[in-house]
């Protein structure tokens, strides 16, 4: 009788077992046809199905949780309300606001229209941008401003870090609400949460700063908004006149991830008063309408973006990318600016894992005598970007791409010059994480003067590295090519 029983156990276990994996083929087929439905690039395609099929439950699972650019019903809800008022406001600059692009070339104008179509803002002239590299002066330059604001300070932050000189910022602006500037301060949730947990920002809300989180998630949430979008961007705009924006995070380098290895971070940001500051303004208050409860008219009477004089000669375009915006529309942007390249590109990004198309347009740069070179740094504070990046310098390298590995620290400055007479500027690293799923901000200036400046700076970080030799990373250990090369394959997902 016990045989008996325990025939039928296995039995039925043997039944269950079946109908599971049946069921979880049904699921991982049914996930792949949704892959290839949602007509991605081949590469992220045939990764996420690899991802599906090479680990079982796991896989289907991660893609669940991963794979969908989910915004949340509420948020994609803010995002329609929110598009035709501001086409309609962005309409009004170009009106204001004419470009003579003879004396910067037809590159920099088809740059500019691509641009313009594709993330919806235009080039405006007539600004006056300062290039700050040092992270002392930009919080020095920060607080007086902060402390002369007659009517609004808003800041924008992917991290806000408690600590050191952050704290001056938040009694800055404390400050600023008591004798009655409006201040908004928004900050992603996830980058920001030992903030958003602070008594630092219990006493900014006490005296009147609205503090918001973007992008707050949750374990109940994760099937309805997709956890690991991230709001990016790095936006100060004070009384709608002086606006920054750059890779510079709001912490304190002395204090900040001082455990991770890389050293201090390296980071340079913008100061621009002119008419590009309204655009950074209207992107701002963009994104509070989105994460907060404010109406748009309310925050149009009350925002303090507005049109402004010229200031000086640099034209300027504020360049908004996300998962809210057309896919890949910032990575066309970029590459269309590594093909214009006639005898110069460099650039710096602290994470690169390029697209294959980023890739091809990098080594065809370098094939047809365009002097490339890549400032990465040395060490970063993710691995799996450190083996994936790894694995695609090797080609770069045969190419002709020279790759400059910077011991200073954490290169965070995200830049491109081309020729010396253009150049991006802003928070979007080389990677798919940055094209595809955070919130980024970025600025295409099309001005000689700023864009020597930055390939000055650039230059400081190349003294400062270490080019690489084809012949010793040819060198190095199989198991470590393997590594890199399986990371490779993940790359489009990272």
């Known amino acids: 009788m016990l045989f008996a029983a325990l025939s039928n156990w296995t039995s039925g276990l043997h039944w269950s077992a079946y109908l599971f994996i049946l069921l979880h083929l049904a699921i991982q087929v049914s996930l792949c046809l949704r892959v290839i439905m949602r007509r991605l690039s081949v590469g992220e395609s045939l990764a996420w199905i690899l991802v599906v099929f090479m680990f079982p439950v796991v896989g289907p699972l991660v893609y669940l949780l991963l794979g969908e650019l989910r915004l949340g019903h509420r948020r994609a809800r803010r995002f329609v309300e929110l598009f035709p008022p501001i086409r309609d406001w962005l309409d009004e600059l170009p009106e204001r606001h004419k470009v003579n692009w003879a004396p910067m070339g037809g590159e920099c104008e088809a740059l500019s229209l691509l641009a313009q179509r594709s993330l919806g803002l235009p080039t405006l002239p007539g600004n006056r941008l300062e290039l700050i590299d040092q992270w002392e002066e930009v919080f020095r330059r920060l607080i007086t401003d902060i402390d002369n604001a007659q009517s609004t300070c808003h800041l924008e932050f992917y991290i806000w870090h408690v600590g050191g000189v952050v704290a001056d910022v938040s009694a800055a602006l404390i400050h600023a609400a008591e004798r009655g500037v409006t201040c908004r301060v928004l900050v992603d949730a996830m980058g920001s949460r030992s903030f958003l947990a602070s008594d630092e920002a219990e006493a900014m809300l006490e005296a009147g700063v609205q503090v ?172 799996l970007v450190r083996y994936a990046s790894q694995a695609f310098k090797g080609d770069l390298l045969r190419a002709g791409v020279r790759v400059a590995n910077f011991d200073g620290g954490l290169l965070h400055t995200k830049s491109v010059t081309v020729d010396g007479k253009m150049s991006l500027f802003g928070s979007l690293n080389l990677d798919p994480r940055s094209f595809r799923l955070n919130f980024e901000i970025s600025l295409a200036i099309y001005d000689a003067d700023f864009t020597q400046r930055l390939r000055a700076l650039q230059q400081k970080y190349i003294d400062q590295s270490e080019l690489m030799d084809l012949a010793a990373w040819t060198a190095r250990p199989m198991r470590q090519r393997f590594a890199e090369n399986c990371t490779r394959l993940l790359g489009p997902l990272l």
């Open 212 to 383: 918001e989180s973007a992008m707050s998630g949750g374990l109940l949430r994760m099937p309805f908004v997709r956890f690991d979008l991230r709001m990016h961007r790095k936006i100060v705009v004070i009384d709608g006149k002086i606006a920054y924006t750059g890779s510079l995070n709001l912490v304190d380098p002395r204090y900040f991830k001082r455990d991770a290895g890389v050293g201090q971070w390296v980071d340079a940001m913008a100061r621009m008063e002119g008419p590009a500051v309204e655009a950074l303004a209207i992107t701002f208050l963009a994104d509070w309408f989105v994460e907060s409860d404010a109406s748009l008219e309310d925050l149009r009477e009350t925002g303090g973006a507005s049109a402004q004089p010229k200031y000086g000669e640099a034209a300027v375009q504020v360049l908004p990318s996300g998962p809210a915006f057309p896919t890949e529309s910032m990575e066309q942007v970029l590459i269309m600016a590594v093909y214009a390249a006639r005898r110069e590109l460099v650039l710096t990004t602290p994470y690169f894992v390029p697209s294959e198309s980023l890739r091809m347009a990098l080594e065809s740069a370098a094939r047809r005598g365009v002097k490339v070179l890549l400032i990465l740094p040395a060490k970063v504070d993710s691995l």
